[in-house]
Nanobody, 122 residues
Framework: QVHLVESGGGLVQPGGSLTLSCAAS????????IGWFRQAPGKEREGISC????????FYADSVKGRFTIVSDVAKNTVYLQMNSLKPEDTAVYYC???????????????WGQGTQVTVSS
């Protein structure tokens, strides 16, 4: 089991950038997949990006493709989500999760962080 803590959320203007961090403890992330998910008020949770530490493969939802980048740092046992060209519709609580397989389906992940709020507003 791995313990995950997200950070880096906040208020940003449309068109701005933020980088979220997902720091892991309790186990090394090698052999895991890390997914980023978000949930806006009144909406279902959405898988937006994931990375496999074993293969390095990354995946993105169409809603963030070309704007968000997922990056892993093995030495720091941390995964980052670089978010550019942010839009008001990106406003949500963002969660990272650890699992065995890199997918955008939340059910594939076993361990979840507590979430960090991202608000995109002028």
């Amino acid at each position: 089991q791995v313990h995950l803590v997200e950070s880096g959320g906040g208020l940003v203007q449309p068109g701005g950038s933020l980088t979220l961090s997902c720091a892991a403890s309790g186990d090394t992330l090698t052999g895991y997949a890390i997914g980023w998910f978000r949930q806006a008020p009144g909406k279902e949770r959405e898988g937006i990006s994931c990375i496999s530490f074993m293969t390095g493969n990354t995946f993105y939802a169409d809603s963030v493709k070309g704007r968000f980048t997922i990056v892993s740092d093995v030495a720091k046992n941390t995964v980052y989500l670089q978010m550019n060209s942010l839009k008001p519709e990106d406003t949500a609580v963002y969660y990272c999760a650890a699992g065995a397989r890199a997918t955008l389906m939340g059910a594939s992940y076993d361990d979840w962080g507590q979430g960090t709020q991202v608000t995109v507003s002028s």
